[in-house]
């Protein structure tokens, strides 16, 4: 009887050892919508270089991420499109790591309707332009810092009703792509996309003077202390092979 009961006891422990070690090999990472291609492309990498280990992205606003960190969601590593929302949570004790830059982005302005380098910031002021789109500024950093370029160009207040939000970075440039706004502020990395690429639209670099630094930080969660795959992830965002990839859609990867 003992030993029936110590081989049960045995299964058990195997099982839930295995079942450790496959919730393991799959992580949660959530990330900015500015990364969706850079991200996935690194992920691809990652991937080859660590067979056996599934990381799913979820992408959306990091605000909007932020708040479902913060209430609870299983997720086990949080690349944001700012410094701000993984130090908050590092803040609070929800993280198991430090909060780690790894790139800085840039904005653009983005048009299919009119070429931005020849008005540059005032070609939100043309006659033609009756929408335009940027990231919801309360939940999307890139929102955020497009507001305050109109700003500093002292140019808001003439332009904004005509402003539509994007519920993140994505949304906002799928308005222009749509033709549901003439013009767009985004990010550079998604206008370097493949697809972006062949939709035709010309764009203008927004000067980083205008706006504060888009410095963006990743952080390990709470949930996944101790995982040695989430870790993987975290420290690959650093290497050789992700930065080339990271710069080849824009972001400047010198984080000292």
């Known amino acids: 009887m003992k030993c029936k009961i110590g081989f049960v006891v045995l299964a058990i422990i195997h099982l839930f050892v295995f079942e450790t070690a496959k919730a393991q090999q799959k992580i949660t990472i959530v990330a900015a919508a500015n990364l969706k291609v850079a991200l ?3 992920n691809t990498i990652f991937k080859k270089d660590n067979p056996g280990v599934n990381p799913q992205i979820i992408y959306g606003a990091s605000g909007k991420l932020f708040e479902q960190i913060r209430k609870g969601a299983p997720f086990d590593v949080f690349f944001s499109a700012d410094m701000e929302y993984p130090e908050k949570l590092q803040e609070k004790k929800m993280t198991a790591s430090k909060t780690k830059m790894y790139a800085v982005g840039k904005l653009v302005i983005w048009s299919k309707k009119t070429d931005p380098n020849v008005k540059k910031m005032n070609s939100f002021l043309d006659a033609g332009i009756n ?3 940027i990231g919801n500024p ?7 810092k497009a507001v305050e370029s109109l700003k500093f160009y002292k140019i808001y207040d003439k332009v904004k009703s005509k402003l539509v939000f994007g519920e993140n970075i994505t949304q906002a440039t799928q308005f222009v792509t749509t033709g549901n706004a003439d013009i767009g502020i985004t990010a550079l990395s998604l206008v370097l996309t493949p697809n972006m690429k062949k ?3 010309k764009y203008y670099i927004i000067p980083q003077q205008s706006h504060s630094s888009l410095k963006q930080g990743c952080v390990i969660l709470k949930k996944a202390k101790g ?10 965002i650093a290497s050789k092979k992700a930065t080339a990839i990271l710069k080849y859609y824009g972001y400047d990867t010198k984080t000292k």
């Open 138 to 144: 309360t939940t999307a950093p890139y929102g955020e």
């Open 199 to 201: 939709e035709g639209g």
């Open 227 to 236: 995982n040695a795959n989430a870790l993987k992830f975290y420290n690959f």
């Open 40 to 42: 996935d492309s690194v």
């Open 131 to 133: 929408k335009i789109a």
